[in-house]
C-alpha cells in the first residue's frame, strides 16, 4: 500500500474538550513531512470545516483550511444535493439549523409534516421533541441522523449524551428507523473524506477512538485502520467487537511509526 491520505478524527483521539492529547503534534508535522494529505474529521455536528480548523489552530495543532469536515457538513452536503427545495425540521441544535438554512433545502419550523426530519444532538431535548416528531412525520417524510454516536466524551474524556441517543429516541417513538444516517462510518461520509483527500480508500489510514465508526468506517471502506484507546473503545471492546483494526495504540504518538512504515516503499 502506498499511504497518501489520513482521516484523523477529532474528539478522544486528538483532543478532550481543550485538552491536546499526547503526540498530536508529531503525528501532524509526520504527516506533513511524508506528502500525505490529512482531512480532520468530526461525527459532531454542530461546526463546520471552518470552526474545527479554526479550535485546532487556537488549540496550537497545525490544521490548514479546507482541512476539517464534520457530520454537520456532510449532512449538509447531503440535503444541499439531493433535497433542494424540499422543507427540513430539525430537531437539534441552533448550529445544525444554520448549517442547513445555508443549503438549497428549506428549514422550517412548523409542526406539520415536512419533507425531511433530520435528527441531531442538542442539549435541550425534551420531550416536546418527541410530541412534535409525531406532526412533522407523515407517509412520504425521510427520517435522516447527522451521526449515530451514542456518546462521546467530554473535557474529562467522560461520556456524555451524543446525536446517537436523541436518533434512537426519535425512532423509537417514530417506531422506524431512519432512512440515512450521514456521519461516520456512512458511504457518504466516506466519500465526503476521500474528495478532500484526493486519494482511494487502499490509499488511506484512518484513525480514531471508535470502533463503531471511525474504524467501522475504515473497514468497510478498505481503509487502513488504526484505533487510539484514548477516547471510547479500549482494547477489552476490541475483544469483544465484530470490528477488528489493523492497529491499536495507546495514542496518536503510536501511530508515527505506522505511518513511517507504510510510507516506506
Not at 461546526?47 to 495543532?61: A, E, I, N, W
Not at 474529562?156 to 436523541?166: C, D, K, R, T
Not at 465526503?192 to 463503531?212: H, K, P, Q, W, Y
Not at 471510547?232 to 477488528?244: F, G, K, L, T, Y
Request: with cysteine; aromatic share 4%; net charge negative.
Amino acid at each position: 500500500m502506498a499511504l497518501r491520505g489520513v482521516v484523523l478524527d477529532l474528539d478522544g483521539t486528538v483532543y478532550h474538550g481543550d485538552n491536546v492529547l499526547p503526540g498530536v503534534d508529531d503525528f501532524v508535522e509526520t504527516v506533513r513531512g511524508r506528502d500525505c494529505s490529512l482531512c480532520f474529521f468530526s461525527n459532531n455536528p454542530i461546526h463546520d470545516g471552518d470552526d474545527y480548523v479554526q479550535r485546532l489552530q487556537g488549540l496550537g495543532v497545525d490544521a490548514r483550511p479546507g482541512e476539517a469536515c464534520s457530520s454537520g457538513v456532510v449532512t449538509s452536503e447531503y440535503l444541499h444535493a439531493e433535497h433542494a427545495g424540499d422543507e427540513v425540521f430539525v430537531i437539534g441544535s441552533d448550529a445544525v439549523r444554520e448549517q442547513v438554512r445555508d443549503t438549497a433545502a428549506i428549514l422550517t419550523d412548523e409542526p406539520a409534516p415536512a419533507d425531511v426530519l433530520l435528527a441531531s444532538w442538542t442539549d435541550a431535548f425534551h420531550y416536546r421533541d418527541l410530541a412534535t416528531a409525531l406532526r412533522v412525520v407523515g407517509n412520504d417524510t425521510t427520517f435522516l441522523g447527522t451521526d449515530p454516536d451514542r456518546t462521546f466524551p467530554d473535557e474529562n474524556g467522560e461520556p456524555v449524551p451524543g446525536s446517537g441517543a436523541i436518533i434512537r429516541a426519535v425512532a423509537g417513538v417514530l417506531d422506524r428507523d431512519p432512512d440515512r444516517i450521514l456521519g461516520k462510518p456512512s458511504e457518504v461520509a466516506v466519500r465526503a473524506a476521500l474528495e478532500r483527500l484526493g486519494c482511494t480508500a487502499s490509499e488511506c489510514l484512518v484513525v480514531g477512538d471508535r470502533l463503531d465508526t471511525d474504524i467501522r468506517m475504515g473497514e468497510r471502506s478498505g481503509m487502513t485502520t488504526a484505533l487510539v484507546t484514548t477516547g471510547v473503545s479500549d482494547r477489552e471492546a476490541v475483544e469483544h467487537s465484530d470490528v477488528q483494526p489493523d492497529y491499536v495504540v495507546d495514542s496518536l504518538a503510536a501511530v508515527v511509526p505506522i505511518v513511517e512504515e507504510l510510507t516506506a516503499n
